[in-house]
T-cell receptor, first 114, second 116 residues
Framework: AQSVTQLGSHVSVSEGALVLLRCNYS??????LFWYVQYPNQGLQLLLK??????LVKGINGFEAEFKKSETSFHLTKPSAHMSDAAEYFC????????????FGSGTRLQVQP | DTGVSQDPRHKITKRGQNVTFRCDPI?????LYWYRQTLGQGPEFLTY????????KSRLLSDRFSAERPKGSFSTLEIQRTEQGDSAMYLC??????????????FGAGSRLTVL
């Protein structure tokens, strides 16, 4: 079975500060990992995905994530937070076996303080 | 291509009533998924279709829930005899099919259900 755990349901940073949102996965087979963002009253939007190519993945809006197999992690970072980054962020995992549908974490709400 | 469309966006109903949600996926996508999202939680998988075939249903999908995708195009999710615990956002997503789990799911904005 596949699963992801997002540490910290709420993260607050100052504008211009580093953003770090944590995600750890569990999978018995090589995973595909995704980060989605959800703004209020909008659908989930893909930020980036890892599909076993480069371990450092760059996404939209200046976000990036690094796949670390030894730590079973896929943390999301952004060097400098912007007010518009305030949203809910979801980590998700999928594999080439079984369901072939994303399994999501419980989400992290990012607040950006002026 | 206008993305994934869901209708209605909001539905308020009384307990015991039936409700139906519709999802129109991206036209070239042959996979369609339904998820449920409650406040403060991540989306939970309900079911998915490959073309018109429903390939898997989650244990969350009780007998009161039924999903269809006639002709492999749009899909409907019906909830019979609604309960207050059914109150949630129902999300639809679509993707290209195939054997890989790397396909990106494109989500609609969701249908919010409130059961009074």
């Amino acid at each position: 079975a596949q699963s992801v755990t997002q540490l910290g349901s709420h993260v607050s940073v100052s504008e211009g500060a580093l953003v770090l949102l944590r995600c750890n996965y569990s999978s018995s087979v090589p995973p595909y990992l995704f980060w989605y963002v959800q703004y209020p009253n909008q659908g989930l939007q893909l930020l980036l995905k890892y599909t076993s190519a480069a371990t450092l993945v760059k996404g939209i809006n200046g976000f990036e994530a690094e796949f670390k197999k030894s730590e079973t992690s896929f943390h999301l970072t952004k060097p400098s937070a912007h007010m518009s980054d305030a949203a809910e962020y979801f980590c998700a995992v999928n594999t080439d076996t079984g369901r072939r549908a994303l399994t999501f974490g419980s989400g992290t709400r990012l607040q950006v303080q002026p | 291509d206008t993305g994934v469309s869901q209708d209605p966006r909001h539905k308020i109903t009384k307990r015991g009533q039936n409700v139906t949600f519709r999802c129109d996926p991206i036209s070239e996508h042959n996979r369609l998924y339904w998820y449920r999202q409650t406040l403060g939680q991540g989306p939970e998988f309900l079911t998915y279709f490959q073309n018109e075939a429903q390939l898997e249903k989650s244990r969350l999908l009780s007998d009161r829930f039924s999903a269809e995708r006639p002709k492999g195009s749009f899909s409907t999710l019906e909830i019979q005899r609604t309960e207050q615990g059914d109150s949630a956002m129902y999300l639809c997503a679509s993707s290209l099919g195939g054997t890989t789990g790397a396909n990106v799911l494109t989500f609609g904005a969701g249908s919010r259900l409130t059961v009074l």
